[in-house]
């Protein structure tokens, strides 16, 4: 082996030293700031209560799939403790962390990029917080991921990161070691199908909707490289964009993976992906037009919105709530979102050096299948979460790696290296300074807003309202139902709005900012504050005494002294999070 292919297999296995301790840094950082005691949230209750441990079971409604409960069934299935579901998880999201960016070690051929894509990327707050959760979207990311660095060829001038590397050699054999000298194409190349399919079947399994508008991305490319041919042709020095590229670029010599190749892989993987949601649509919705119109009618549809206002919405959340719905007042917090205005400069300087370097499709199609992730959370619905642009994010850490790195080559060629690298480490320290206190603020949040579930349980037994029995009420029904061993109401919302019952009344109503509705007073129902919580304003309304069977408290009685013994807290909105006070 020549010097230089020694010296490139070296960097390669430090390369892969550094992502895997970025990913080992990520999933230490999530445990050390929030609690693996951190009770599970609405979306996890869900979720988790497929299984007997975490019961009773929840409604699953039509926008969710199976792929979050495959996810933690090795745990959530044998046991109820909620510190080894989060430590399970927090380990996954590390590993999905890894095996998400590994395949761009090979694709980029840079030193230092990847690693720092993978930082960028697990270094913002959100996603720190849901290492250990029981939520879609970072392994949604890390499926999107994983197949875009296998579609973007790599440079084959040298071996890449590995011995054995040979022109047309995938991406995907990163993941794997050096192929034996009996190898071929054809076997990286059928490599490179089963990972992509793979990894957007994983994906689709998880989240369908996240997925169909990236792949749909990748196959317009596919079609285009099968349709311009002369695109897939090396040109004058091994540029495909029939320039030679700059001086000290790495040369191209491999062939792409072929277009039909990249399309079938990846339309097999999200069919695949598919099946199962599709064989529940056609089971328990009749079809899968109905289920989509379900889901719909569950998450208020999409509506073309030209306007600023859902971008806004967005920078927002960053700052919390966990789920901005609705939405309206709220104010963007500019310090936390002063990172989003360096994204299209990050970016721009990404696609600039791939350009470069005649290899535009390396910055040019993961940026593609970000915009194609954000622009239905952007301007087609009316609320946000910081969660739901996290493929976004994944998708576009390789191109603005790509872009500190080729600055910091420029700064070196002009001599401004020791400018540039000190104020990068500023901003840079800076920024992981905000996260990490971003993280602890609403890690902290989320504890003592979910334990007014708790708060409400005890409120509901001191009044006789004990399993089985049926919540309503106008928030929170589902977490509170399932800690007081409750179901929730087939009809949600009906009760509090003041609508009579269609099938029986149930045993109490949560409320909270809406009056007791005009049935259940009729009835002789009372309302009973909720003392002590972490958020104003909760209810319990419950039947006469008689109706429960329970005995009438005395006038004026105090309620345990374990329900009173939380501080009351200026903060956060119980369901969602939204900070009160800044």
Same mark, same amino acid.
């Given at each position: 082996?020549?010097?230089?292919?020694?010296n490139?297999?070296?960097?390669?296995?430090?390369d892969?030293?550094w992502?895997?301790?970025?990913?080992?840094?990520?999933?230490?950082?999530?445990?050390a700031?929030?609690?693996?005691?951190?009770?599970l949230?609405?979306?996890?209750?869900?979720?988790?209560?497929r299984?007997?441990?975490?019961?009773?079971?929840?409604?699953?409604s @039509?926008?969710?799939?199976r792929?979050?409960?495959?996810?933690?069934?090795p745990?959530?299935?044998v046991?109820?403790?909620? &510190?080894?579901?989060r430590?399970?998880?927090?380990?996954?999201?590390?590993?999905s962390?890894?095996?998400?960016?590994?395949?761009?070690?090979?694709a980029? @051929?840079?030193?230092?990029?990847v690693p720092?894509?993978?930082?960028?990327?697990?270094?913002?707050?959100?996603?720190?917080?849901?290492?250990g959760?029981?939520?879609?979207?970072?392994?949604v990311?890390?499926?999107?991921?994983a197949?875009?660095?296998?579609?973007?060829?790599?440079p084959?001038?040298?071996?890449?990161?590995?011995?054995?590397?040979?022109?047309?050699?995938?991406?995907?054999?990163?993941?794997?070691?050096? /192929?034996?000298?009996g190898?071929?194409p054809?076997?990286?190349?059928?490599?490179?199908?089963?990972?992509?399919?793979?990894?957007?079947?994983?994906?689709t399994?998880?989240?369908?909707?996240?997925?169909?508008?990236?792949?749909?991305?990748?196959?317009?490319?596919a079609?285009?490289t099968?349709?311009?041919? $002369?695109?897939?042709? /090396?040109?004058?020095?091994?540029s495909?964009l029939?320039?030679?590229?700059?001086?000290?670029?790495?040369?191209s010599?491999s062939?792409p993976?072929?277009a039909?190749?990249?399309?079938?892989?990846a339309?097999?993987g999200?069919?695949?992906?598919l099946l199962?949601?599709?064989?529940?649509?056609?089971?328990?919705f009749?079809?899968?037009?109905?289920r989509?119109? +379900?889901?719909?009618?569950?998450q208020?549809?999409?509506?073309l919105?030209l306007?600023?206002d859902?971008?806004l919405?967005?920078?927002?959340?960053?700052?919390?709530?966990?789920?901005?719905?609705?939405c309206?007042?709220?104010?963007?917090g500019?310090a936390?979102?002063?990172?989003?205005?360096?994204? &299209?400069?990050?970016v721009a300087?990404?696609?600039?050096?791939?350009r470069?370097?005649?290899?535009?499709?390396l910055?040019?199609?993961p940026?593609a299948?970000?915009?194609?992730?954000?622009v239905?959370?952007?301007f087609?619905?009316d609320?946000?979460? &910081?969660r739901?642009?996290?493929?976004?994010?994944?998708?576009?850490?390789?191109v +603005?790696?790509?872009?500190v790195?080729?600055?910091?080559r420029?700064?070196?060629?002009?001599?401004?290296?020791r400018?540039?690298v000190?104020?990068?480490?500023t901003? +840079?320290l800076?920024?992981?300074g905000?996260?990490?206190?971003q993280l602890?603020?609403?890690?902290?949040?989320?504890?003592?807003?979910?334990?007014?579930?708790?708060?409400?349980?005890?409120?509901?037994?001191?009044?006789g309202?004990? &399993?089985p029995?049926v919540?309503? $009420?106008n928030?929170a029904?589902?977490?509170?139902?399932?800690?007081?061993?409750?179901?929730p109401a087939?009809? $949600?919302?009906?009760?509090?709005? $003041?609508h009579?019952?269609?099938?029986g009344?149930?045993?109490?109503?949560?409320?909270?900012?809406? /009056?007791?509705?005009?049935?259940?007073a009729?009835?002789?129902?009372?309302?009973?504050?909720?003392?002590?919580?972490y958020?104003?304003?909760?209810?319990?309304?419950?039947?006469?005494?008689?109706?429960?069977?329970? /005995?009438?408290?005395?006038?004026?009685?105090?309620?345990?002294d374990?329900?009173?013994?939380d501080?009351?807290?200026?903060?956060?909105?119980?369901?969602?999070?939204r900070?009160?006070?800044?």
């Open positions: 082996m020549s010097t230089s292919a020694r490139t297999e070296r960097a390669g296995r430090r892969r030293w992502l895997a301790g970025v990913c080992g840094a990520f999933g230490a950082l999530s445990l700031v929030v609690h693996p005691g951190l009770p949230g609405w979306d996890e209750l869900v979720y988790a209560s299984f007997a441990p975490y019961g009773p079971e929840t409604p699953f @039509a926008p969710r799939t792929g979050v409960p495959l996810l933690i069934a745990v959530a299935a046991g109820h403790s909620v &510190p080894l579901l430590c399970y998880l927090t380990v996954a999201a590390a590993l962390l890894y095996l998400g960016f590994l395949p761009w070690l090979r980029v @051929a840079r030193r230092g990029v720092l894509a993978a930082a960028l990327y697990s270094s913002v707050w959100f996603a720190l917080f849901y290492a959760a029981a939520m879609p979207n970072h392994y990311a890390m499926g999107l991921t197949a875009l660095g296998c579609c973007v060829p790599a084959g001038a040298a071996p890449p990161y590995g011995t054995g590397a040979r022109p047309g050699a995938s991406v995907a054999s990163a993941a794997a070691p050096g /192929p034996g000298p190898c071929g054809v076997r990286d190349r059928a490599r490179t199908w089963a990972a992509v399919a793979a990894a957007l079947a994983a994906a399994l998880i989240r369908p909707n996240d997925t169909v508008w990236p792949v749909g991305v990748l196959l317009g490319a079609l285009w099968r349709l311009d041919p $002369g695109r897939r042709k /090396p040109g004058p020095g091994g495909r029939g320039r030679p590229p700059r001086s000290g670029a790495p040369v010599t062939a993976v072929p039909p190749g990249v399309a079938l892989a339309t097999a999200v069919l695949l992906g199962p949601w599709a064989v529940e649509a056609r089971l328990r009749g079809s899968v037009l109905e989509v119109r +379900a889901a719909g009618d569950i208020g549809g999409m509506h919105q306007s600023l859902t971008v919405r967005h920078a927002a959340a960053l700052d919390g709530p966990l789920l901005c719905r609705p309206e007042g709220v104010t963007v500019w936390s979102a002063a990172w989003w205005l360096l994204i &299209p400069p990050l300087l990404g696609v600039t050096t791939a470069k370097e005649g290899r535009t499709a910055a040019v199609l940026a299948a970000a915009a194609a992730v954000a239905p959370y952007l087609f619905m609320y946000a979460a &910081p739901f642009l996290l493929p976004t994010y994944a998708l576009l850490a390789p +603005a790696a790509l872009g790195c080729g600055a910091l420029r700064a070196r060629a002009a001599r401004k290296l400018l540039l000190p104020l990068a480490a901003v +840079a800076l920024h992981l905000f996260q990490l206190h602890d603020l609403h890690s902290g949040i989320q504890a003592a807003a979910r334990q007014d579930w708790q708060r409400m349980e005890r409120v509901l037994r001191a009044h309202v004990r &399993p029995c919540l309503d $009420g928030s029904t589902i977490p509170v139902a399932h800690t007081a061993g409750c179901r087939a009809q $949600g919302h009906r009760y509090a709005q $003041g009579p019952p269609a099938e009344r149930p045993q109490a109503l949560v409320l909270r900012g809406a /009056p007791l509705p005009a049935w259940a009729r009835a002789d129902w009372r309302l009973h504050p909720v003392p002590h919580t958020n104003p304003g909760w209810r319990v309304a419950v039947p006469p005494p008689t109706v429960l069977g329970a /005995p009438r408290r005395p006038s004026g009685g105090r309620l345990p374990a329900q009173s013994s501080p009351v807290t200026a903060g956060e909105d119980a369901a969602h999070g900070a009160r006070t800044r």
